[in-house]
């Protein structure tokens, strides 16, 4: 008798055991293991899945640092002379390749690009008429029109592009029958750059070409805002007028540039006042 109460109880106290630990579902099991295959594929975390892949880290990282010493490097292209600058690059070169890359991704902001404006404007004129491109850049004008151009700007990446101070350019006097200034009036002394234009431009009638003394600027908009503390472009038009132009267009239609036109007078002017040149506001831009 004593022997049967003994199963009696064992048999009850394995049923209490086997309703407080209940034995897990195949679908129980089937959903821990494709959790444990889950872990160990995303590295033991399912939240890292959520974090960016390495790839695209590096390359936000790369691009915030690039954008900052873009920003370094244009304040000092706008603070500084044009011989200060060509020291500054020939000093690291590569600094002057971080520059244009910057500038070629601020670029892509813009929905017109002022440089297609020049030239379709050479494309609307003679082949034969001679250009100089102060700040070519990548020379873009002399690979889109049939032109000959020469190319100017403080490093040379390029067999066409002449290295040198603007201010200084290598061409003879009377040389050349356009010249050129989009978005490069940059140093403190940007009026030696329109002073050397001046100099190596031909008369608008000069050896049977009568359409010749052309200088063409294309700037940054906000530069010439006197309201935010800009040029008033009435003033910049009259100092490059002292010098010895003419003014034949002023177009601000476009929100991020205006285009401003000159001819070379035939003779010089008389008055030999000194020229008032505005201080033009730098281009600086913001950190994002």
């Given at each position: 008798m004593k022997e049967v109460t003994t199963s009696r109880n064992r048999k009850r106290k394995r049923q209490r055991n086997s309703k407080e630990e209940p034995c897990e579902s195949p679908k129980n099991?089937?959903?821990?293991?494709?959790?444990?295959?889950?872990?160990?594929?995303?590295?033991?975390?399912?939240?890292?899945?959520?974090?960016p892949k390495p790839?695209?880290?590096?390359?936000?990282?790369?691009?915030?640092l690039s954008g900052g010493n873009f920003r370094r490097l244009n304040e000092k292209l706008y603070t500084c002379s044009g011989k200060e600058a060509l020291d500054y690059f020939n000093e690291d070169p590569t600094l002057f390749d971080m520059y244009?890359?910057?500038?070629?991704?601020q670029m892509t902001n813009w929905p017109e690009l002022p440089v297609n404006s020049i030239i379709n404007w050479l494309s609307s004129k003679s082949s034969s008429l001679v250009v100089a491109d102060f700040g070519c850049g990548d020379a873009r004008i002399a690979k889109s029109v049939k032109n000959k151009v020469f190319s100017f700007d403080l490093v040379s990446k390029d067999p066409s592009v002449i290295a040198c101070d603007m201010?200084?350019?290598?061409?003879?006097?009377?040389s050349v029958d356009v010249a050129v200034f989009c978005l490069s009036l940059m140093g403190t002394n940007y009026s030696s750059f329109i002073k050397e234009a001046h100099r190596v431009l031909r008369p608008r009638h000069s050896l049977g070409v009568f359409n010749s003394g052309w200088l063409l600027i294309a700037?940054?908009?906000?530069r010439f805002d006197?309201?935010?503390?800009?040029?008033?472009?009435?003033d910049f038009v009259k100092a490059v007028s002292d010098l010895g132009f003419t003014s034949s267009l002023k177009d601000f239609s476009n929100k991020m540039f205006i285009l401003l036109h000159f001819k070379k007078k035939e003779k010089p002017n008389s008055n030999k006042k000194k020229i008032e040149w505005p201080e033009l506001k730098a281009c600086l831009y913001k950190r994002r």
């Open positions: 099991k089937n959903n821990d293991k494709k959790m444990q295959r889950d872990t160990k594929n995303d590295g033991g975390s399912s939240a890292l899945s959520k974090r790839s695209n880290f590096l390359d936000t990282l790369r691009e915030k244009h890359t910057g500038y070629q991704q201010s200084n350019t290598p061409l003879e006097s009377s700037e940054v908009k906000s006197p309201n935010n503390g800009g040029a008033d472009p009435k």
